[in-house]
């Protein structure tokens, strides 16, 4: 099964953590990421969210604001796509990745089809 693995960085966290140290562990993790072999890859990193824009539309208003929309602890810094046998696998990549520590994982499965909203969020 194909997941993203979103990466969420508290960035006072991840900038007070010995670089040295996070850099040697990312090796390590992107190594056994590779040896593990099927689909799974290297991730990307993302510029630090001062760097985003965001941009958000509601009926004919458009805002454009410099950073990311939610004003939160963590923030979006990168992301890891796994093709593994099931969701108790891509936790244990999860864990295994250095930047849990640094704040959060999000898993998430891929969509093979193009999905139906969630009929439970609708307000009719």
């Known amino acids: 099964m194909r997941y993203m ?20 562990d990312y090796a390590a993790f992107n190594e056994a990421l590779a040896k593990a072999g099927g689909q799974s ?18 009926g004919s208003k458009t805002d454009v604001l410099d950073g990311p929309y939610a ?20 936790i244990a990549w999860a864990k295994r990745c250095p930047s849990s520590r640094y ?7 891929l969509a093979d089809t193009y999905p139906r909203p969630d009929k439970s969020l609708r307000r009719d």
């Open 5 to 24: 693995m979103l990466i969420h960085h508290d960035e006072v966290a991840l900038a007070n953590a010995p670089q040295k140290e996070l850099w040697t």
């Open 71 to 90: 004003d939160t602890k963590e923030q979006l810094a990168g992301y890891f796509m796994l093709d593994v046998a099931d969701l108790d696998e891509a």
């Open 41 to 58: 890859s290297a991730g990307e990193r993302l510029q630090p969210a001062s760097a985003a824009t965001t941009v958000r539309t509601a």
């Open 103 to 109: 704040g959060s994982i999000e898993i998430r499965p």
